[in-house]
């Protein structure tokens, strides 16, 4: 069975391993007020992720909370996405897509996961946007 991985934090836009570092992205996050409101107010929660990131005996315990026949099972790596996550100045995360028309570029600023469910109809929306005058 293939499991996870989990949601934690990137330490760069294109960076698909735990090793794999952008600095450039990461000054570009760390030095925006929302994201230390963010931390601030997830502490519990990152911490139990980063336990779950670097032990996989710990990564495996706390998805058989969900589903508890994992145990035994033969389980194999996911292999890891990056999401993008528009995030306010207050540090709440944005849950709604957030497209803006200016001159004559659509641009999708936020689409949340699972954006692919809904994509035949913001497709639909954006091409209007884009045909307006």
Sequence with gaps: MMLGPNA???????????????VRDVLNYTLFP???????QNVPSAVRE????????KFIRE???FVPSLEGATILPGTRGVRAQAMNGDGSL???FVIARRRH???VRNAPSPG???SMAIAEYIVEQALQD
């Design 8 to 22: 934690f934090i990137s330490f760069g836009r294109e960076s698909y391993a735990w090793n794999e570092v952008n």
């Design 34 to 40: 929302g994201f230390w409101s963010f931390a601030r």
């Design 50 to 57: 980063f336990q779950t990131v670097v032990s996989k005996k």
């Design 63 to 65: 998805a058989m909370r």
């Design 94 to 96: 944005v849950d709604d």
């Design 105 to 107: 570029a659509v641009l």
């Design 116 to 118: 692919a469910t809904s």
